[in-house]
């Protein structure tokens, strides 16, 4: 059974879909320059690891982006809050609760947990640690 969000809503999530993006895309761009300004690494090991990072990230976006309709707006809606590329106060009136949109979208294979973590990052993540996607959505 397909849930989707009320026609209101979902006007708001096709209007912040390309602001999360940029959002991420600046995120990956911000990353790629740290890389490449670190001037302790080779030019060919800066370039393996900027080619790395476009590679993962571009698959990232994909999970996080791609197929923008109003039947997977749940889901990408809990994505994009996971990454944190909206705001609380950005996010749809009517949304379901990150709870409920998991619960609804059960298995992410793509969506970390804290029980998939080596122990010390499961550590962080459990006592709140901020950096990591899933303390977004309370999991």
């Known amino acids: 059974m397909t ?4 026609e209101s809503d979902w006007k708001v999530l096709r209007r912040l879909h390309p602001l999360a993006l940029e959002r991420f895309c600046e995120r990956v761009l911000s990353e790629i320059e740290h890389v490449n300004n670190d001037n302790t690494l080779s ?10 990072i476009v590679e993962r990230r571009d698959r ?4 996080i982006f791609d197929d923008l309709k109003r039947s997977n707006a ?15 106060e950005e996010c749809p009136s009517r949304r379901a ?15 970390p947990r804290a029980d998939r973590l080596p122990t010390r990052f499961a550590d962080l993540a459990l006592r709140g640690a901020t950096g990591f996607a899933f303390s977004a959505v309370g999991l």
């Not at 030019?43 to 790395?52: K, M, N, Q, S, V």
């Not at 990232?60 to 999970?63: A, T, V």
């Not at 749940?74 to 609380?88: D, G, H, I, K, Y």
Request: hydrophobic content about 40%; cysteine-free; overall charge positive.
């Open 43 to 52: 030019f060919h090991r800066r370039y393996l690891d900027i080619y790395e």
């Open 60 to 63: 990232e976006m994909g999970r």
């Open 97 to 111: 609760s990150p709870d409920e949109a998991i619960q609804h979208h059960r298995a992410f294979p793509d969506f």
């Open 3 to 6: 849930r989707e969000i009320k």
């Open 74 to 88: 749940l889901t990408m809606l809990t994505r994009m809050r996971a990454n944190r590329l909206l705001m609380e």
